[in-house]
């Protein structure tokens, strides 16, 4: 088969590309029934490549670039998670899903996983598997400075834009029903319409995640001229998703997640991993699989931390790669830095032992 | 026109492929129905209709009847259907105003007139709807800011924000009911006094005129006053508001189904020979009496059946409101309901039955009329 | 229609002068419609043509004021065939050519039954080439995109469409109630569901509906909800045709000695859809702007790889130029289209009847 070069990591190709001919890429769960432990493992293996669901085009999250490559923060989880199982991750193929398929895709077994910000919630639990938190976020509201609002409080009676069909739309409705507030939405089916509209002055106030907010601020003609409210109505702990019941392929994408925290905590990037592989700490042994063999109990090779991060990096270059202060975004690290970290956030992922 | 006798005879091979063909659909189905079933279950999903009764939660933009979040689903379909029925409608008359100006300008002598009149029927039919939505919400939301508002005079205003028009204000809702009941009453009894009573034919016309003035002026009844837009904290408040996803739907509908309407009415003023314009006139009728009299009647047989298949296309592509984030019943009730509840068979299969439901009545009611009118016609 | 009669000609601002004493309306809405063109076309063609950017990597190659045309053309190849791998964009133009060519015998004047099937099986060889069918190396409909796939979606679902219409619209004339009863309820009730409600349907219900150890991917099961609305439309314009063909040709047939299906498949039929050509036609051509919705499921047709485009930093903020390029395509197509539609319309009809 000439196409298999297209696998190649690291040339310049087209995604993705696993063109493997005979090779079904037909799933894995079969539809109807619950997926039992290992399942999805086995069917990525015999499969070649992995199904990752992922946002249909949204800034610093998932886009598709000039040569049709996929990139993004959360893209770049997909390629970890390839990488993890079948040691390359340019094994992926990309399943853009709207945000009314997008668990309706899961579940009929198109995808393996979803990182597609989708924020976990309790009923999303029950009938999905959540398989750790990638972004941690919180809802709050943007005004212009000269509106002289300075608290979500003054914004009684205000026309506040917002994205639909998100959770954020039912916490606007709880907190201004608990503070007793009226608000007249408006809404947009996407964020960046949503963002627009603001600064078209069509709506008083934005609402979305801080994070969002924040790059909407940035977005802005005049940064200078609109301000954050201080308050936070929400908790948005967006991460990836998968089909309940596979108890195996929970652990591989959550473990995959927690490579890239605890390679960051450990300084490991992807450009020092040659020179950290013959470190003599034994938790940087465990988590590169130099000692341990703790890879083989989920069902991974032992060095597929180290795919991991080779292929793309640790947490926090993820983040700066796509989100941080060297993009259009410029977003802060916030609560999504270490937890030991200087300012700290909330990523605490449990030890490689 | 005399039907066949209801009971017909089948040889023995039609009753075979008739039971065999109902029974493949019932075979069908109940395969699908049972598979659902099996596969809702295996995935832990839930099924049924009591959703309906829990609150919804979330907050709806616009919404002709009290809603709350605290109110049902049941509530948000409501909301979401009366959303659909009247911007449905208010397309419906603009999309036929432009859609007849266009269409006459058309067949106009003009030059300019009917290359203008080309040039926009060949635009709205040939681009799709969704884009042209896109844009149409792009150019009002361009308008400027409330601050500088674009008034004409002192009671219309164009901002981003939407077009604030006066309005009248009424009394309570339940006088107006009161009021909207009795102005029906009255007139419909008038109307159908003037149809079914004998020799009342010379005054029919005039009957009817009085019904309408009557039955406006007991509407009148319930007017308390005029209500203008004027600014405030927040952009306007008081008189009409429409906001800018309502008001690019609406844009959008007009324009697109008004290119087909434009078609319907050139075709259908074209079917009438021109020899019958030419008689009229001849027997002394004005321009404007021969259209009233002679040509519309005749025309609006022929245009009146592909109208409706355009009135039902537009209530059809309203559902496209999610696109610009106006309320529709597809966007709150198929789009967020089913978000919330995931009972996507529960959601879907209520919004399918409304709209089949709608289209279904209104070409009944067409149907029933255009036979009436050929009646009329064969004798 | 009386020939002209030549009349002398006078200077044209005399003739202009008279047009405007004659319908001073006419002439007032005349000036006006010319004024707004006057007004709206120059900054129209400084901001398309002129000024307007057409090459570069990223909007800051773009100059301020002109349309950013680069966002099309940097993305030439998912604008037209989607993510589809790069060595292998030789199969969607074959895809493309083998789907034009199906669909070719079916726009003849004289329209051969046999065209019914030979444009289905153009439309599983397009499909072959584009999937690989065991023989080309696979790829799967999620590489697929662009406007590649408005065309294979518009014209592969009308011609799967074309024959259901028809068993539709014969089975709505049929004598017998639960064929017939079958047939209306299905096409009235296709015909009353607005086509994005059926498309969410096809992402969120249909893969409830299928058995276990069976699962069609997303753009199989759209195009095969395309296909059944479709074909209730179809089979609405047959119907049409059908009604069209004069009684007198069934009588004669029958005289001649043909029995009910000869009489219906080669002198019924024939004409019927002749006459139905142009409906079928304008059906095709609002389905193929239709195709436009396949976004709201997360298929990446050309209107989708645009507006993922300007979620790339490089191209943020350029929606106008994404909708104008879309809207510019399809009115191309769907015009040229029409225009033909509307000259078989006029050699279709008979002449002495009206209009």
Known sequence: MGLQACGDPGSAVDEPPPLAAGVEGAPTAQPGQAPAAGQTLRAVKARGYLLCGVHQGLLGFAYADNNGRWRGFDVDFCRATAAAVLGDGNAVRFIPTSSTDRFSALQSGEVDVLWRNTSGTFSRDATLNLAGVNYYDGQGFMAPRASGVRSAKDLDGARICIQTGSTNELNLTDWFRAHGLRYQPVVFDTEDKARSAYDREQCDALTADMSNLAAARVAMKRPDDHVLLPEIISKEPLGPVVRHGDDQWTDVVRWTLNATILAEELGITSQNLQAQRQSQSPEVRRLLGAEGGLGRMIGLQDDWAVKVIATSGNYGEIFERNLGAQTPLKLARGLNAPWNGAPSGLLFAAPMR | MRRPSKRASFTKGELIIQAVMLAAAVLVIWALAATALANLRARG?????????????????????????????????????????????????????????????????????????????????????????????????????????????????????????????????????????????????LVLWALTARGATRHRRFVLKGAVVLGLAILGLAIRGVSLPHRTGFGFEGGLEVSPPLLSLLAALTFYTGGYIAEIVRGGLASVDRGQGEAAAALGLSPLQTVRLVTLPQALRVMAPPMVSQYLNLLKNSSLAVVVGYPDLVAVFGGTSLNQTGQAIETLGLVLVFFVAVSLTLSWAVNSWSRRQQRWSVR | ?????????????????????????????????????????????????????????????????????????????????????????????????????????????????????????????????????????????DYWGGFFLNLFIGLGASIFALPLGIALALGR?????????????????????????????????????????????????????????????????????????????????????????????FVVLPQALRIATPALVNSFIGLFKDTTLIYVIGVLDITGVLRNAVTDFAWQGLETEAYVFVAAVFWVFCFGLSRWSASLERRLSIPGKSA
């Not at chain 2, 609150?55 to 948000?76: E, K, L, N, T």
């Not at chain 3, 009349?7 to 002068?17: G, T, V």
């Not at chain 3, 001073?24 to 398309?48: C, T």
């Open chain 3, 173 to 265: 004339t049929s004598r017998l109630p639960v064929v017939k009863g079958l047939c209306v309820a299905f096409i009235e009730v296709i015909r009353g569901s607005p086509l994005i409600v059926l498309l969410f349907a096809a992402a969120v219900v249909a893969p409830l509906f299928t058995p276990a150890g069976m699962t069609l991917d997303k753009l199989t099961r759209a195009m095969i909800v395309i296909i059944l609305f479709e074909a209730a439309y179809m089979a609405e314009a047959v119907r049409g045709g059908l009604a069209g063909v004069p009684a007198g040709q069934v009588e004669a047939a029958r005289a001649l000695g043909l029995d009910r299906w000869r009489t219906l498949v």
């Open chain 3, 1 to 141: 229609m009386s020939p002209p009669r030549p009349r002398p000609r006078q200077p044209l601002a005399q003739r202009m002068i008279d047009a405007l004493r004659r319908r001073p309306l006419d002439a007032a809405a005349a000036l006006a419609v010319l004024i707004m063109a006057a007004w709206i076309a120059p900054g129209l063609m400084r901001w398309a043509i002129i000024d307007a950017t057409w090459t570069g990597e990223t909007k800051a190659a773009c100059t301020e004021g002109g349309a950013c045309w680069a966002i099309v053309t940097s993305r030439w190849r998912q604008v037209l065939a989607g993510f589809y791998p790069k060595d292998h964009l030789w199969r969607v133009a074959a895809a493309a050519l083998v789907l034009l060519a199906g669909v070719a015998p079916l726009l003849r004047r004289r329209t051969s039954g046999l065209a019914l099937a030979t444009a289905p099986a153009a439309v599983l060889l397009a499909y072959g080439v584009m999937e690989g069918a065991g023989v080309l190396p696979r790829a799967p409909t």
């Open chain 2, 45 to 189: 999903m839930a099924s049924g209709f009591e959703f309906l009764e829990r609150p919804a939660g979330f907050q709806i933009a616009q919404s002709w009847i009290a809603y709350d979040p605290v109110d049902s689903h049941a509530r948000v379909f409501l909301v979401g259907a009366l959303n659909t029925l009247s911007v449905a409608a208010a397309g419906i008359v603009l999309a036929t105003v432009i859609g007849v100006v266009a269409g006459v300008a058309r067949r106009a002598r003009s030059l300019v007139a009917r290359g203008a009149a080309s040039v926009y029927v060949e635009v709205a039919r040939n681009t799709p709807l969704p884009i042209q939505l896109l844009v149409w919400y792009a150019l009002i939301t361009a308008a400027p800011p409330p601050r500088a508002a674009l008034a004409l005079g002192d009671a219309i205003f164009l901002t981003n924000r939407g077009l604030h028009l006066p309005s009248l204000t009424t009394a309570a809702p339940a006088w107006v009911l009161f009021f909207i009941l009795g102005a029906l009453g009255v007139g419909s009894a």
